[in-house]
């Protein structure tokens, strides 16, 4: 039975293997000798008779491995040796017998790699690996055929390429054919070698991926690159590297990319325009989009992962309308923000996104396609690399390969979108989760629905936001400066973290005029944006910060502060800020995403006079209860 699952049988091997073998203790010197059984059992010992004895066994590898030393040169040298005695030989070929290892959704070497490699130096190597279910999905969505040439320009160990060909093998393409189908570039020597080993477990010969700079066009000590790029490739596949710290590009380099040029939006047209100035430092993972869409022919298909903040933010509007112009969308899938964490401390939380898209025949070429998107809450693993039994993805696939509408109990998981009906060239798709907007269709019947930018344009709300008073002003003073970690169940915390001085508090007083009523509301942050507190008449000598919208009432006739305080706290406004929110540096942001949303008011006036005497009575009864608490802290102390 060939069902125990890839983890569970490397730990068994790692374990052991570090009880038992002699002379190799290290875990990768361990993992070594497993990758040399790998290649063993996968390419030649796959079949072998059982209750073979653990002598003739151990006979059998060594002659394998030396057969495969021939094939994959690049792989292992001349020198390669199987190290291993026959019994830790015997245990691993037993182990791996209980796994499907024909199976194209396991990934063996990427498993292998998270047994043996400690969670620390996965932390600092975990981004070689794009997560196999991000890779899963976007090969299955991109179907790749037979004679296909498929490239991916920042391949690192080479997961897409790797699942790319076992993906054509399990669809009875030739090992030679695959070889020949299939092209990496990876910046990185010792990744591009990892690469050369994870493509050459299925094809068991020497693959095309190099040691080169994509962006650059030159591969290791100034050569060229020893095959063409530009529109020559069926299928692109990348997880290009991100992040604001990485330089990418010579300036001779960037002035043959559009997207590194600075773009300005025509306040007419509402597009974008590109100009004459290039970017000091442009963003790799904006370039290598560029970048994929050139090596693409027209009519090629792209399966990519980028950062959510590319398709969110009002700064990335220039990306999405190039591409828009340059391709058709047909999928955009929102990731979990775990995806990418492979332990407790390895891994980053940053929040991706899969795009699925097909390079237009013509540039100019216009046609109304519909988008299918989803927002994926559960990828298979937790915020610490766990395996959960929680995964949407397989769903979210099944949708859009069959092109099935949503389901009402599921709505996250496969909706359409329109191309004229993306909003300011926002393409996240919880954005447009249809989630919300049922549930306030739900209620359109007995409540009166009105958005937030609309009671502004009445003079019946305004909305201000705080100021930062800089770390030197902490603690000179005992006057609040109320932060967005002090906002809690509607109540300003009785001892905020940090006391400003007379002197400070009236340098803000003024401008940011606080008064009972109020509503603080947090704009910036990550778990707590959405979060609102009621200012008491005992709060109303504060400083709050930039993070902080002060929303206040002009007109209390429509509508109470105890009513507003519970319509923003409402599941259907909840469920609008998670839609809304959006990536901003290194911190999500709503920003000016507030006024979009909706408040779900009751039309009925004598419920409305009841949740306003609940809420007035939660309010004062805990601001009762603090200042109580805070009079007791004083008194105790006092002589």
């Given at each position: ?80 040796e199987l190290l291993l005695d026959p019994e830790s030989i015997a245990f691993i070929h037993n182990t791996l017998d209980q796994v499907d290892l024909n199976n194209p959704h ?534």
């Open positions: 039975m060939n069902n125990k699952k890839l983890n569970t049988a490397f730990q068994e091997i790692r374990n052991y293997l570090a009880g038992k073998a002699i002379g190799i203790t290290r875990d990768q010197s361990l993992m070594h000798e497993v990758v040399k059984c790998l290649f063993c059992k996968v390419s030649i010992l796959n079949n072998l008779e059982k209750n073979i004895n653990n002598e003739k066994l151990s006979i059998l590898y060594r002659q394998a491995f030396n057969e495969i030393k021939n094939k994959t040169q690049t792989i292992f040298s001349e020198d390669d396991n990934d063996p070497l990427s498993e292998l790699y998270q047994t043996f490699v400690s969670s620390d130096a996965r932390g600092a190597e975990g981004q070689f690996f794009t997560p196999t279910q991000a890779v899963n999905w976007l090969v299955n969505a991109i179907a790749p055929k037979e004679g296909e040439k498929i490239i991916d320009p920042a391949c690192g160990a080479g997961s897409f390429l790797s699942f790319s060909a076992r993906y054509l093998k399990s669809n009875g393409v030739s090992p030679s054919i695959i070889n020949q189908s299939l092209f990496g570039i990876e910046k990185d020597e010792y990744l591009s070698k990892l690469a050369n080993t994870h493509i050459a477990l299925s094809t068991l010969s020497q693959s095309n991926v190099i040691c080169a700079d994509s962006i650059e066009r030159k591969a290791k000590n100034s050569s060229t690159i020893p095959f063409k790029l530009d529109h020559q490739f069926d299928i692109v596949l990348a997880n290009p590297p991100f992040g604001a710290k990485i330089k990418i590009g010579t300036e001779n380099t960037k002035k043959k990319f559009d997207l590194a040029y600075r773009w300005t939006k025509d306040k007419v047209s509402k597009k974008f325009i590109k100009t004459e100035k290039i970017l000091s430092n442009p963003s790799p993972q904006i370039l290598f989009l560029e970048l994929c869409l050139k090596l693409l022919k027209p009519g090629g298909r792209m399966g990519i992962v980028i950062p959510e903040s590319m398709l969110s933010s009002s700064s990335g509007g220039y990306v999405v309308q190039y591409l828009l112009e340059e391709a058709y969308l047909n999928a955009v899938i929102g990731m979990p923000e775990n995806l990418f964490k492979t332990s407790g401390k390895g891994g980053t939380h940053t929040k991706t996104c899969l795009i699925v898209a097909t390079k237009k025949l013509n540039k100019k070429d216009i046609y109304e396609n519909e988008i299918f998107m989803a927002e994926a809450k559960w990828c298979g693993h937790d915020s610490r690399g766990n395996l959960i039994p929680h995964n949407d993805l397989p769903l979210i696939l099944e949708n859009f390969l069959k092109k099935q509408k949503y389901n009402p109990s599921r709505p996250n998981l496969g909706y359409y979108l329109k191309q004229n009906e993306i909003n300011d060239y926002i393409l996240a798709p919880r954005y447009y989760n249809p989630e919300s907007t049922l549930l306030l269709e739900t209620l359109k019947k007995t409540h009166d629905l009105i958005s937030i930018g609309e009671l502004i344009k009445k003079n019946i709300l305004e909305i201000k936001t705080g100021d930062e008073v800089g770390k030197l002003a902490y603690g000179t003073g005992t006057i609040p400066f109320v932060r967005t970690s002090d906002i809690s169940n509607w109540e300003i915390k009785i001892d905020p973290k940090h006391g400003l001085s007379e002197e400070i508090y009236n340098t803000y007083a003024t401008k940011q005029d606080v008064k009972e009523g109020d509503i603080l509301m947090v704009k910036d942050g990550t778990y707590l944006i959405g979060t609102c507190a009621y200012v008491s008449k005992y709060d109303e000598k504060m400083v709050y910060q930039s993070h902080l919208y002060k929303i206040r009432i002009l007109d209390k006739t429509y509508i109470s502060p105890y009513i507003l305080l519970a319509a923003l706290s409402s599941q259907p406004v909840i469920e609008q800020i998670q839609s809304k929110r959006f990536t901003q540096d290194i911190i999500d942001s709503l920003g000016k995403r507030i006024m979009e949303l909706i408040l779900p008011i009751p039309k009925d006036k004598k419920r409305r006079d009841e949740i306003d005497k609940m809420v007035n009575r939660s309010i004062n009864e805990r601001i009762i209860a603090r200042e109580l608490a805070r009079k007791a802290k004083i008194m105790i102390s006092e002589i």
